[in-house]
Nanobody, 123 residues
Framework: QSQLVESGGGLVQSGGSLRLSCAASGFSLGDYAIGWFRQAPGKEREGVSCIDSRGGRTTFVDSVKGRFTISRDNGKSTVWLQMNSLKHEDTAVYYC????????????????WGQGTQVTVSS
């Protein structure tokens, strides 16, 4: 059974850092791009970052460029989202999702989703 599990969320002060993990099981992570999405209360889901299956291409939404990095270790079946210089507006539930090989801007293209992890940034 394919599964993605996010961890690493929590409460942090503005300017702080968190590292989110997305652990995959039940499938070969090396065949999948992983996207990170977030959804704040009352707002639409937003694509934050994505890394292709080989880790050669990454994308970031403009609001996190220069603050967030994404990386992966297919041998450990894990993708990380390092979030630095966090701002109050980064507060949201963060989800990771899988799609075959390449990234896509549309969440509907991602077939497997984790349960989400809450990130709260106090101002």
């Amino acid at each position: 059974q394919s599964q993605l599990v996010e961890s690493g969320g929590g409460l942090v002060q503005s300017g702080g850092s968190l590292r989110l993990s997305c652990a995959a099981s039940g499938f070969s992570l090396g065949d999948y791009a992983i996207g990170w999405f977030r959804q704040a209360p009352g707002k639409e889901r937003e694509g934050v970052s994505c890394i292709d299956s080989r880790g050669g291409r990454t994308t970031f939404v403009d609001s996190v460029k220069g603050r967030f990095t994404i990386s992966r270790d297919n041998g450990k079946s894990t993708v990380w989202l390092q979030m630095n210089s966090l701002k109050h507006e980064d507060t949201a539930v963060y989800y990771c999702a899988a799609k075959r090989f390449t990234c896509d801007r549309y969440a509907s293209e991602f077939g497997s989703w984790g349960q989400g992890t809450q990130v709260t940034v106090s101002s």
